[in-house]
């Protein structure tokens, strides 16, 4: 099931440790690290605002491997909770990229 790779997070120097394969390449990259890197120049969110795309190798690897959208469940809750915070206007963020 899905990408296996090493641990993620902070290794004991401090470096981010966090690495996945690129689905559309089969490459190993690092994933998104949120203090170093913008989230706009990695994901976008669909039309619709369910779900969310990565844009780069990185954006990627970083969705599938934490199944930012369920793709990997039989039922797809995250997909049904983000329909109903569109339809509230809380989501998605103002400020993220959307599909044109």
Known sequence: MGNSGPPLGIRGNGEWGGVATDPKTQEP????????QQWSEHFIWTKDGTQILGTTATGR???DRFD???KRRDESSIQV???FWVEAGWHPPQSDPRQE
């Open 68 to 70: 930012f959208n369920d």
């Open 81 to 83: 909770a983000r329909r």
């Open 61 to 63: 690897a970083t969705c």
């Open 29 to 36: 990259v690092l994933l998104f690290h949120p203090r170093q």
